[in-house]
């Protein structure tokens, strides 16, 4: 019997081992997953289909999945999807289903996923979204930044701006691009309001052509002070 490469070895490691890392938590050895072959790989494929299967909620099995190109995932994913209620798992499958299906439109379940109960559900779908350009997806970001929990809010602002290129506008400081990224992560909703207000038009004005000087995105000389 052929002993198993180091390769697979590293990735049933990762598979079986223990939750005790922030790396474990969030992925699995996916560099050695990748560098499978044949039988190996086909034996790997399939430990993450059945776990798709069982209903075991594990986010890292649909980005492996995609992480390999599974060509035998799509049918196993919808089945998931189907049975899965909004959160981070379902967002998780989405997101796999995009990546592994040419015209999988991902937006209507991240877009339910900001509904979820669980935060780190909301936090995944405001994250994802950043990835998906259409009008809708930005306006169900905006809405995020309304949500209770801090950090779907920061993810939703992160998203927004990153998307319209705001986040490259924060520095250098001064910068009024950073005085409503400020306003925006106010835990007071009454700071919180009038900035996402300001943030529609600044999108809208952006989205029309608008130049970033004349949206007051960038002070007079800011421009020169980046280059030095």
Do not use: W
């Amino acid at each position: 019997m052929t002993p198993p490469t180091p390769e697979l070895e590293a990735f049933l490691r990762s598979f079986y081992g223990p939750l005790d890392n922030a790396e474990a938590i969030d992925r699995f050895n996916l560099e050695a997953l990748c560098a499978l072959q044949g039988q190996e790989r086909a034996l790997a494929e399939q430990l993450l289909l059945d776990r798709l299967a069982a209903g075991v909620v594990d986010t890292r099995v649909p980005a492996a999945l995609a992480a390999m190109g599974s060509a035998a995932a799509p049918p196993h994913l919808h089945t998931a999807l189907d049975s899965l209620p909004a959160g981070a798992q379902r967002v998780a499958v989405a997101k796999a289903l995009a990546a592994l299906e040419p015209g999988f439109a991902s937006l209507p379940v991240m877009a339910e996923g900001l509904e979820a109960v669980d935060p780190r559900g909301r936090v995944d779908a405001a994250f994802e979204l950043r990835h998906v350009l259409s009008d809708e997806a930005d306006e169900a970001l905006i809405a995020a930044l309304a949500d209770p929990d801090e950090m779907v809010r920061l993810n939703a602002q992160d998203s927004l701006f990153e998307k319209h290129g705001l986040a490259e506008l924060r520095r250098p400081l001064p910068s009024k691009a950073n005085v409503l990224a400020l306003a925006l992560s106010s835990s007071l909703a009454a700071v919180r309001g009038p900035a996402i207000a300001e943030l529609r038009v600044v999108l809208h004005g952006l989205q029309s052509g608008q130049a970033r000087e004349a949206l007051g995105l960038v002070y007079p000389g800011e421009a020169d002070s980046a280059d030095r």
